[in-house]
């Protein structure tokens, strides 16, 4: 299966400023996935990132807050712009596996915004 | 819309007890489900993928089971241990937009 570097594993930002999250893929994919986790909760899908065009966004999510760049098929990065405290999460990077073999996802970066 | 539910939400056992976690999902034109562990504050380890065609997935103390008609499946663990204590997650792909849909999980502490 598919290897997920993503950093940084943890950081205290100030409100008002930005971070930006990085996911290196070990293998070629042709979609990444973005994910949040808040507090208590279960995962929820802030977008999905195809290499060469815009990233699509799901609803409650916008590209102002959180833009995403995704240069090549091994690499993408999600940025949490303006943070607030309610951003405080848990972000994860994900890929799906060929040949439907499920979902891999990065180790998370657990983000507290003070 | 697919809902994915998860009992018990909280879970404590002894050491060495068998235990059930269950999964329960509201549309059933799935194409896959995945169980996954989340150790605190960190990401996710697939554990058992079921594809729908499948009835059951095994993997050391672990075994998986789909009922796609009824909605549900079921994690096994047997002989639990302390390491086993974690959240489980139960996770859906849905056969009309192709996304991982997740439960909230169930927290379990496996005491010595």
């Known amino acids: 299966s598919a290897v997920i570097s993503q950093k940084p594993s943890r950081d205290i930002c100030q409100r008002g400023t930005s971070l930006t999250i990085q996911c290196q893929v070990d293998s070629q994919v042709t979609m990444m996935f973005w994910y949040r986790q808040q507090p208590g909760q279960s995962l929820t899908l802030i977008a999905t990132a195809n290499q060469g065009s815009e990233a699509t966004y799901e609803s409650g999510f916008v590209i102002d807050k959180f833009p995403i760049s995704r240069p090549n098929l091994t690499f993408s990065t999600l940025t949490v712009s303006n943070m607030s405290p309610e951003d405080s999460s848990i972000y994860l990077c994900s890929v799906e596996e060929v040949e439907g073999r499920g979902y891999t996802f990065g180790s998370g970066t657990r983000l507290t915004v003070v | 819309k697919q809902e994915v539910t998860q009992i018990p939400a909280a879970l404590s056992v002894p050491e060495g007890e068998n235990l059930v976690l269950n999964c329960s999902f509201t549309?059933?034109?799935?194409?896959?489900l995945q169980w996954f562990r989340q150790d605190p504050g960190k990401g996710l380890t697939s554990l058992l993928l079921i594809q729908s065609s499948q009835r059951e997935q095994t993997s050391g103390r672990l075994n998986a089971s789909l009922d796609k008609s009824s909605g549900r499946s079921t994690l096994y663990i047997a002989a639990s241990q302390p390491g086993d204590s974690a959240t489980y997650l139960c996770a859906v792909m849905g056969g009309s937009n192709y996304k991982l849909t997740f439960g909230k999980g169930t927290l379990l502490t496996v005491n010595p």
């Open positions: 549309d059933s034109a799935i194409y896959n």
